[in-house]
């Protein structure tokens, strides 16, 4: 199979800036002596085109932001120019970069105020499916987010066609009291029942697929035969996802962009934070099939559309049409192998740290009146989770990748875990080769906002 075609390379981004409405930016800093010329970021108001429904809101001229896309061990340089009237910061989600890169306002950073600009620069030695968003506030629910792909030096997997998805809540900008994913926000979702998987309490006026509504779903296209790669993203403030595609099974082959050995689901499930690369073999005769989003513990559903071309012409599905296989298999962590596992030694971790989470508490504390987890560097660091509240927490770890600890000792290598509810348990391994002051935090943002936040610190 052939290499398929980059959607947006760094000369693409630096030619296409314009249309995307970003503009060129100078200033802040010398370039670095031989890297390339960093890459314009503004973020400012903007309107999102909602079916027909104008939503006032922020973005980094579109909603997504145009798509970063750079190859292993090249620098990352994007110089950010501040549009908005109120400060702001970019973290990059998945990545490791150095502490003072890392986009946390009073952590590493001081926030970038209207008016003014940052350069982010770092080496990104590690490939995957990344994010980059807002750190500020509740600045990411509003649309300050895009995806962020680092290609390995060779890539091993086949493929024809590439997509990237971003599946996100909407509230900004619109009358809460219509939509599509039902009530409005702060009102509770659905009844506490046992059985309910929910990771968040809130309702979305719209649920959203690369910033479009079901009304008029984002496209994905390809032929007849073609295998298809999709980047499927929850940039989501208070929303997990199930995530598919009626008549195509999913092969999982990276979480969080991470490699894994080949599992074959009916859907995914994907917290706040998550993503997970997949394959789709398009062995139908042709046609349009729904791929369906649908809020876990919550009604209503997003989605998109996947589109044979050079086949007989189709009609779209409906917009509530609902793929059977978002009822089927799932792949839970211990089914994904990585095939890159870390290289923890043996025997017993440095230290190790037990957290209850319950609420948007962490051992009965909220962030900043939170004990810091003290590390040192070089160590071996384990966090056993135990979730006692009602929703599950997608638990984030800034500059770190860690281990899933699971029976085959496998477990796959993520930055961020869905810890279920009423006693769920996970435990993740990591090593502290990334000297600073990180956060590790509940990737709900309204959780976090409430102070479900620790500080990892290596010290001084």
Not at 128 to 147: C, E, I, K, T
Not at 213 to 242: C, H, I, S, Y
Request: glycine share 12%.
């Amino acid at each position: 199979m052939t290499r398929p075609q980059l959607p947006l390379t760094r000369r693409s981004f630096l030619a296409g800036s314009a249309v995307a409405g970003l503009a060129a930016i100078t200033g802040c800093g010398a370039p670095a002596a031989s890297g390339p010329p960093a890459l314009p970021l503004r973020p400012g108001p903007m309107t999102l085109d909602l079916a027909g429904t104008g939503a006032r809101t922020w973005g980094y001229g579109t909603v997504p932001g145009p798509e970063i896309r750079l190859r292993a061990g090249e620098l990352l340089r994007v110089r950010v120019q501040n549009g908005l009237p109120d400060d702001t910061t970019v973290h990059w989600h998945g990545l490791a970069p150095p502490n003072a890169m890392d986009g946390v306002p009073g952590v590493t950073q001081r926030p970038i105020a209207p008016g003014g600009e940052f350069l982010y620069e770092f080496r990104t030695p590690v490939p995957g499916s990344f994010m980059y968003h807002a750190h500020v506030g509740m600045q990411l629910d509003r649309g300050l987010y895009g995806p962020l792909v680092v290609e390995p030096r060779d890539e091993p997997l086949a493929y024809d066609r590439e997509h990237t998805l971003m599946l996100d809540d909407w509230a900004d900008g619109v009358d809460e009291h219509r939509g599509h994913a039902g009530g409005e926000p702060g009102t509770p979702a659905v009844p506490d029942a046992r059985e309910v998987v929910s990771f968040g309490g809130r309702r979305y006026p719209f649920l959203l697929v690369n910033g479009r509504p079901p009304e008029d779903p984002a496209v994905v296209e390809g032929r007849p035969g073609d295998r298809l790669r999709l980047r499927v993203m929850n940039v989501a403030a208070d929303t997990g996802f199930r995530f598919a595609i009626a008549g195509h099974p999913l092969t999982i082959t990276h979480t969080d962009g991470m490699p894994v050995e080949p599992v074959t689901v009916d859907a995914l499930r994907l917290g706040m934070g998550e993503r997970y690369d997949v394959l789709v073999d398009l062995r139908q005769r042709g046609g349009t099939w729904q791929i369906g989003v649908q809020p876990e513990g919550r009604p209503g559903q997003g989605r998109a559309v996947l589109r044979y071309t050079g086949s007989p012409a189709s009609a779209t599905p409906p917009a509530e049409s609902r793929p059977a296989e978002l009822d089927g298999r799932l792949a839970g962590y211990d089914e994904l192998l990585a095939t890159e596992p870390l290289p923890v030694p043996t025997g017993s971790p440095d230290r190790v740290f037990d957290l209850t989470l319950e609420g948007t508490e962490i051992n009965g504390q909220s962030y900043p009146d939170a004990d810091p987890l003290p590390v040192a560097d070089g160590e071996w660091v384990r966090l056993n989770l135990r979730n006692t509240g009602a929703k599950w927490h997608p638990m984030h770890l800034h500059g770190h990748h860690f281990q899933v600890r699971t029976p085959s000792g496998r477990g796959p290598v993520k930055d961020t875990v869905a810890v279920p509810s009423r006693g769920g348990e996970v435990s993740i391994d990591f090593l502290a080769t990334n000297p600073g002051r990180w956060l590790f935090h509940c990737h709900n943002h309204h959780h976090m906002e409430d102070g479900m936040v620790r500080l990892v610190d290596y010290g001084r």
